[in-house]
T-cell receptor, first 118, second 110 residues
Framework: GAVVSQHPSRVICKSGTSVKIECRSLDFQATTMFWYRQFPKQSLMLMATSNEGSKATYEQGVEKDKFLINHASLTLSTLTVTSAHPEDSSFYIC??????????????FGPGTRLTVT | ELKVEQNPLFLSMQEGKNYTIYCNYS?????LYWYRQDPGKSLESLFVLLSNGAVKQEGRLMASLDTKARLSTLHITAAVHDLSATYFCAVYFGNEKLTFGTGTRLTIIP
């Protein structure tokens, strides 16, 4: 199946700094990628939809100036957490969507990035 | 409001027993997915259900979809310890975004 990678897998940063997370589709092209956030013992919450070559669409309540998303190519989307605070500590998961015809899609999930802000 | 709810949220069961996890969703959809998540890991795709009455089985897990009742079930047969994980259902609604259920944390006790 299709493989999605994320880098880094874990990152610890100090409060007030920025951190960039990369999401790559390794053996396929994805015009649409999604970024999710998962707090401990909770479900996945969609943060934003990233479309190649256009601005990301953010879900209600997600600060677009804080969570910068760039989807510059068909295989790479990046999420930058700017001026990180401890409450941004979470597990961030990206996903790439591939159309399967007849209006159906398959989503492939990355391995996740554990962000800890101290 | 788009809602996907799972029941139960926590499930502790003995090896060898059978049990069912339920996934209810609030609005019409005919595309439902089941995922498994191990602690500290990302999601592993289990089943894709694309039509009313769809039933899929893999090993000790069987998933079904009733679009009229807006209900999917994940049935576990003769549970083994390796099945301990958190299971999520997820639904595509008209907005073409995958909405995840609340998750069911399954613990299999020897």
């Amino acid at each position: 199946g299709a493989v999605v990678s994320q880098h880094p897998s874990r990152v610890i940063c100090k409060s007030g700094t920025s951190v960039k997370i990369e999401c790559r589709s390794l053996d396929f092209q994805a015009t649409t990628m999604f970024w999710y956030r998962q707090f401990p013992k909770q479900s996945l919450m969609l943060m934003a939809t990233s479309n190649e070559g256009s601005k990301a669409t953010y879900e209600q309540g997600v600060e677009k100036d804080k969570f910068l998303i760039n989807h510059a190519s068909l295989t790479l989307s990046t999420l930058t957490v700017t001026s990180a605070h401890p409450e941004d500590s979470s597990f961030y998961i990206c996903s790439a969507r591939v159309p399967r015809g007849s209006g159906n899609y398959e989503q492939y999930f990355g391995p996740g990035t554990r962000l800890t802000v101290t | 409001e788009l809602k996907v709810e799972q029941n139960p949220l926590f499930l502790s069961m003995q090896e060898g027993k059978n049990y069912t996890i339920y996934c209810n969703y609030s609005t019409t959809s005919d595309r439902l997915y089941w995922y498994r998540q191990d602690p500290g890991k990302s999601l592993e795709s289990l089943f894709v259900l694309l039509s009313n009455g769809a039933v899929k089985q893999e090993g000790r897990l069987m998933a079904s979809l009733d679009t009229k009742a807006r209900l999917s079930t994940l049935h576990i047969t003769a549970a083994v310890h390796d099945l301990s994980a958190t299971y999520f259902c997820a639904v595509y609604f008209g907005n073409e975004k995958l909405t995840f259920g609340t998750g069911t944390r399954l613990t299999i006790i020897p």
